[in-house]
C-alpha cells in the first residue's frame, strides 16, 4: 500500500540559508500535518490543510510557511535557517480519523 | 490547549508486562493514541482508544477511561524488538480540520532487557 512519501530523507544547511521539505500524502488523504520533532522531545504541531486550505496553526515560526498544492502535496518552506532548527520533520496524512493518520519516514534536517 | 502526562522511561525484562499510564487535559476530545517509535523512525500508529474501554490487538492493549482523563497502553510477552519510545497522543477538536489534530506527549523509553 502507498504511504506517505517525504523527500528529502537528509538536508544539511547552513544558518541563515531556506530550505524546503516536501511532502506527498496517501492518495485520497485529504488532510495533511506538519510536525517538527527536536532530539529527544516529542512530535510538536506546527501546521495542517484540510482540502488545500490551512486548517490549523501550531508552533510554526514565522520563518516557516507551508502550503498544500492542487495535487495535495505539501511543501514547508524554512528560511533564515538556525541551528535550533535541526530536527527531524515528519508529514502525516488522514482521511478518516486516528487510524488513517499515517506518519511519513521524515526529513532529517541538520544546520550548521 | 492540550497537556499529557506519561512516564519518561520504564524498563522491564522479555517476557514480561508493562503498562504505560497516560493522563491528559484537553477540549474537543475525540479519543487518545498511542504511537511507537524507534530510533529515528517515524512514529507508528499501535491503538486508538475514542471510548470507555479495553482494545485489544495481539501483545498490545489500550485503556480510556474519559471520565478520569487516562489512558494506558499495556505490552504483553515483551521482546527485545518492544524497545522504542511510546507516545500517547490526544486526537482534539482542531477547528477547521474534519478529523481534529493530534497532540503528543512527551514519550516514554521503554527498554527491555534479555
Known amino acids: 500500500a502507498a504511504g506517505v512519501i517525504q523527500s528529502p530523507r537528509h538536508l544539511i544547511k547552513e544558518k541563515r540559508e531556506t530550505a524546503t521539505l516536501k511532502c506527498y500524502p496517501i492518495?485520497?488523504?485529504?488532510?495533511v500535518y506538519w510536525y517538527q520533532q527536536g532530539p529527544g522531545q516529542d512530535p510538536q504541531f506546527l501546521i495542517s490543510?484540510?482540502?488545500?486550505?490551512?486548517?490549523d496553526k501550531g508552533s510554526i515560526p514565522d520563518r516557516f510557511s507551508a502550503q498544500q498544492f492542487s495535487d495535495y502535496h505539501s511543501e514547508l518552506n524554512m528560511s533564515s535557517l538556525e541551528l535550533g532548527d535541526s530536527a527531524l520533520y515528519f508529514c502525516?496524512?488522514?482521511?478518516?480519523?486516528?487510524?488513517?493518520?499515517?506518519f511519513g519516514s521524515g526529513t532529517r534536517l541538520t544546520v550548521v | 490547549g492540550q497537556s499529557l502526562e506519561q512516564p519518561s522511561e520504564v524498563t522491564a525484562v522479555e517476557g514480561a508486562i508493562v503498562q504505560i499510564n497516560c493522563t491528559y487535559q484537553?477540549?474537543?476530545?475525540?479519543?487518545l493514541s498511542w504511537y511507537q517509535q524507534h530510533d529515528g523512525g517515524a512514529p507508528t500508529f499501535l491503538s486508538y482508544?475514542?471510548?470507555?474501554g479495553l482494545e485489544e490487538t495481539g501483545r498490545f492493549s489500550s485503556f480510556l477511561s474519559r471520565s478520569d482523563s487516562y489512558g494506558y497502553l499495556l505490552l504483553q510477552e515483551l521482546q527485545m524488538k518492544d524497545s522504542a519510545s511510546y507516545f500517547c497522543?490526544?486526537?482534539?477538536?482542531?477547528?477547521?480540520?474534519?478529523?481534529?489534530?493530534?497532540?503528543f506527549g512527551q514519550g516514554t523509553i521503554l527498554t527491555v532487557h534479555p
Open positions: 482508544n475514542a471510548l470507555d
Open positions: 502525516a496524512s488522514s482521511s478518516q480519523g486516528p487510524d488513517g493518520y499515517t
Open positions: 490543510f484540510y482540502e488545500k486550505m490551512q486548517s
Open positions: 497522543a490526544v486526537l482534539a477538536n482542531a477547528g477547521g480540520t474534519s478529523y481534529g489534530k493530534l497532540t
Open positions: 484537553t477540549s474537543g476530545f475525540y479519543g
Open positions: 492518495p485520497r488523504h485529504d488532510t
